[in-house]
């Protein structure tokens, strides 16, 4: 086994490149294309002005060759850019469709903070942009574009490569002298990046309450201070970059000063052949610029190991594993068996031993206290969380047989606060089938009640909501969810905490809808109080500790 550790950063961005394939190489062949097109026609120039010079080297049909290579570097180079551009682009959708993928399969398991999730997604994919569009090209091209000058001018005057070869060799070793602390330097800035954008995202959709306590002064002060920080580990990275940069150019107006004079002052007028001597002169510049290129790349590199570290955590985390579901059965059984599930080592377990069974088309309601374990339970049968010991069974069948996200293909859920998305309300009921009819959606929305208020609005179900269910009421948005659930038609229901926080008017209308929503379904329902879900038919298990408690009839 190797003794260096593995950078997950790293092996992020060798896999991208892997998988860009062509896209990535296709820059760099382009590239060199230019190169030899700025060589053959430094050369046509070199003739140019030695015939000027008064020696007899060049012609018009010189000047013709120089400006057909011209227009020809100019559209290898324009291919170049839109390559590159193509790169970065591609390599930047499948990051982001991975991570988001990841990111959803993950679900309430994902312990990230809103604006963290969002930073990821945005800020930290839009990072990694300069690497494949930039550095792979650039880290490339500056091997191979001076490698080939380096044998074009050796075959003319081994000295002069000598020479370029020397002061080659010493930018890297200046780059890296003056780049030790870039990696560093960028991970905090990332770092810092992070929590600004974090926070900031947070306090935006906190903005009502900090205003009702009086505290947006103090969030204020707080987020400037955190971009105070941003901006002085910013400013410490673009240093870094101004301090290689400069050092490359001191190298390269040193090796053109040493070339100009070797070939002028020392040598004079009597040169022994004018063409070569102005035509290695002129290939300076071509010679360090791909080194430039690399200079200028390098800090990309570096922001873009930064944000692949962040990211690596998230895409590197184990894919979904197990069976998939040849169709979806019309009903379900549910069984725990000596469940155990812990989420951290120094906390008790959330569920401890439990068992239940539940046959089909019958109702729980699972009582109890927060921290009894009744979320526990529902992520367990949502697929978000993997039982340590014990057996969760579905019609028999090991849950833990089948992908997590099967289990999701068979249950409906509506949580204690609905979320409702800018867009119509029919749009909202949608999401749970997109292939739903607008009759489908209609009568979804008729069975949970949401034509109640509905048909009361300017555009009907087409009426347009803004973000979280802006103009909506809690119980309206709590209806909409019913709606999806009706829409899913799934065997298995999960409800958690559906009637909290309801006008007793409300109330009574999503019971009525919920009855409904249970008949002929096998239903879960989590609930603090039963007696707050009086009616609903069933049975009654209240969760001690993560252990079952005492058992009755809902009716009881």
Sequence with gaps: MSGTKRDPGRALLKAETRRLGARARLPILLGLGVAACVIAQAWLFARLVATLLGHDAGGWWDLAGAAALMVLAALLTAGQEITQAAAGRAARADLRARAFERLLALGPADQRAAGEKATLVVERVEALDGYFAKWLPAAMLALLVPALILLAVAVIDWVSASVLLVMGLLVPVGMALAGLGAAAASKKQFESLARLSGRFTDRVRGIPTLVLFNRQDDEARALSVQAEELRTRTMKVLRIAFLSTGILEFLAAATLAYLAWRHGAHLGTAHPNMVAALWVIMLVPAFF????????????????????????????????????????????????????????????????????????????????????????????????????????????????????????????????????????????????????????????????????????????????????????????????????????????????????????????????????????????????????????????????????????????
């Design 289 to 556: 610029q791909p080194l430039r290129n690399f200079s200028g790349a390098y800090h990309e590199a570096q922001s873009a190991r930064g944000a692949a570290a962040e990211l690596a955590p998230l895409l590197d985390a184990p894919e979904e594993v197990g069976l998939r579901l040849e169709e979806v059965p019309p009903r379900v059984t549910v069984t725990l068996a000596d469940v155990r599930l812990t989420y951290a080592p120094d906390r008790p377990p959330a569920l401890d031993g439990l068992s239940f069974s539940l046959a089909a088309g019958e109702t729980l309601l699972l009582a109890g206290a927060s921290g009894s374990g009744k979320s526990s339970v529902l992520a367990l049968l949502l697929g978000f969380r993997r039982a340590d010991a014990g057996r969760v069974a579905i019609n028999g069948q090991d849950v833990a047989l089948l992908r997590p996200a099967e289990l999701r293909r068979l249950s409906a859920y509506v949580g204690q606060r609905a979320h409702v998305f800018a867009g119509s309300i029919a749009d909202n009921i949608a999401l749970a089938r997109a292939d739903a009819s607008p009759a489908q959606i209609q009568a979804a929305a008729e069975a949970a009640q949401v034509m109640e208020f509905a048909a009361g609005l300017p555009d009907g179900l087409h009426t347009v909501v803004g973000d979280g269910g802006f103009g909506l009421s809690g119980g309206q948005a709590q209806r909409v969810a019913l709606a999806r659930a009706f829409l899913r038609d799934a065997p298995l229901v999960i409800l958690d905490e559906p009637t909290a926080s309801l006008d007793p008017g409300t109330e009574e209308l999503v019971l009525d809808a919920i009855r409904r929503l249970c008949v002929g379904r096998t239903a879960i329902i989590a609930t603090h109080s039963a007696a707050a879900l009086r009616g609903l038919p069933g049975r009654t298990l209240t969760l001690e500790a993560g252990r079952a408690g005492g058992r009755r009839m809902a009716g009881d």
